[in-house]
């Protein structure tokens, strides 16, 4: 499948938290994080991009929406918007959502 | 467009600038309950672990859930859950899985003794933020010295073989007492490869935190010479270093809520200024310590909200008119090594302004085994 045309869900296993306008991913379960004891935090573009995982929207309209934000080439956003999840992925902090795949 | 999700340790987050200057709410210690299957020599507050009337009064699960939730509002990040020894608890599990599970970071504090397969699997799944654990001798003989109960040893050892055994991390620390003194390298030289972080050994130990004379009497038994203690500090070069910090700091930590020129005022300290500590039975507490009826706070007839946001700026103000405390102790330049607070002041004297001998001669020990002492006498 098309990298663009994947939906993915927020883990089940994690926890977001906002502290004085700070997002703080804090993980439930061991083996998130490369290190114990780590939290994860998100800048602005990372919180934009969070804010859109939802198990329903596909990583292609996650980026239609982006382009309407940051004045940048559709490309680029997809490349960065595929690398930010890739790492989502890796640390087991998004999952890819069959079920919605489905729907 | 990169770096978008940046792995942190908590102190390096970012909204600790943003707090600096704030009073906010961050942290809690929560008592569950006051009972222990140990009934230590030194301890300021153990029950045994069948007393019924204090179960019964204990706070249930709905209503320590219902605190969890206004912490949480408020933004609370993470709770020490302790004791008594919390793993008495049959609903230890159920609240240690909630506070996890809206996002608390969850540390317990336990005597190991009735640490379970079921437990170890629980915190190999759902890792605590520290798990720590208290040891109190190497051998069975001073270790239930201490304890005063049969048994105890084995089932520590017990305890933390298991957590071993499945790779749960865990921070050891030991109480030195009269009971153990001569067994403290001993300890150290045991236990702390063992432990996920530094080893350190505790030499304070408090009274009763409800009054009671014969208990009392025991705790002081247990105490520790100044010099003994000072020489402890001294072998351990991160807690000598962290005292050369201290004695270099600013005194009055809570500025905000401080009157930097009214020598008056009691409380200099952190408590109260992000975090709060609950005993098993419902009251709202600056820290764990400070028991003093004024200063404690009915959570069962009132609301978090309403102990953070008037409850503790009530109490932070609170000013003494003790001749002896506002020119001694509050004027003290040794404040900073001194262990005298209006909570440790009521415990000893019964009055948050009383001076507190014992602790006095801690702090010329300290700040004369630092080389402090003479320079300190030319500002006195």
């Known amino acids: ?103 | 467009m990169s770096g978008y999700l940046e792995e942190l340790k908590l102190p390096d987050f970012h909204f600790w600038k943003e707090i600096k200057e704030k009073r906010i709410l961050l942290s809690a210690e929560i008592e569950l309950t006051e009972r222990c299957n140990n009934n230590c020599t030194h301890c300021y507050v153990n029950l045994p672990a069948n007393d019924q009337d204090a179960k019964k009064r204990e706070l249930s699960f709905q209503e320590i859930r219902e605190i969890a939730d206004e912490a949480v509002e408020m933004g609370c990040l993470w709770w020490l859950i302790t004791g008594g020894e919390p793993l008495l608890r049959e609903d230890f599990t159920d609240i240690y899985l909630y506070l996890k599970k809206k996002g608390i970071l969850t540390g317990v504090f336990t005597n190991a003794t009735l640490i379970t397969p079921e437990l170890v699997r629980l915190f190999k799944k759902y890792p605590p933020r520290d798990l720590e654990i208290t040891v109190y001798g190497v051998t069975q003989k001073t270790y239930e010295r201490v304890t005063r109960t049969s048994g105890s040893f084995e089932a520590f050892r017990r305890g933390i073989n298991l957590l071993q055994k499945e790779n749960v991390s865990f921070t050891l620390k030991a109480m030195a007492l009269r009971s153990n003194v001569d067994e403290l390298e001993a300890i150290k030289s045991s236990y702390r490869t063992i432990s996920k972080d530094h080893f350190r050994f505790d030499p304070f130990l408090h009274l009763r935190l409800r009054p009671d004379d014969k208990r009392n009497h025991q705790i002081k038994n247990e105490r520790i010479s100044p010099e003994e203690i000072v020489a402890i500090e001294l072998a351990d070069e991160e807690r000598k270093n962290g005292l050369l910090k201290q004695i270099c700091e600013e005194k009055k930590i809570g500025q905000e809520t401080a009157d930097l020129s009214d020598d008056n005022q009691l409380f200099y300290c952190g408590a109260g200024k992000t975090s709060f500590a609950l005993d098993p039975y419902g009251f709202f507490k600056l820290c764990s310590s400070l028991s003093h009826p004024d200063c404690v706070y009915n959570l069962r007839k009132g609301s978090l909200k309403e102990a953070w946001e008037k409850f503790v700026p009530q109490v932070r103000v609170m000013r003494t008119e003790d001749e002896q405390c506002r020119n001694r102790c509050l004027q003290c330049p040794l404040i900073n090594l001194c262990m005298w607070c209006p909570a440790t002041a009521y415990l000893e004297c019964g009055k948050l302004d009383g001076h507190i001998e014992d602790f006095c001669q801690i702090a010329h020990a300290r700040a004369e085994a630092l080389g402090f002492e003479k320079h300190i006498e030319k500002l006195i």
């Open chain 1, 1 to 103: 499948m098309n990298k663009l045309e994947r939906i993915y869900a927020k883990s089940k296993d994690l926890v977001e938290r906002e502290i004085e306008g700070e997002i703080i991913i804090v993980p439930l379960t061991s083996g998130m994080g490369d290190l114990e004891d780590e939290l994860f935090s998100l800048n602005e573009v990372g919180r934009d991009v969070w804010a859109r995982i939802d198990g329903k929207r596909c990583v292609s309209e996650i980026v239609n929406e982006l382009e309407e934000i940051y004045e940048i080439e559709r490309e680029k956003i997809a490349a960065d918007v595929l690398g930010f999840l890739g790492e989502l992925e890796k640390r087991k902090l998004i999952v890819e959502d069959a079920s919605c795949q489905a729907t």
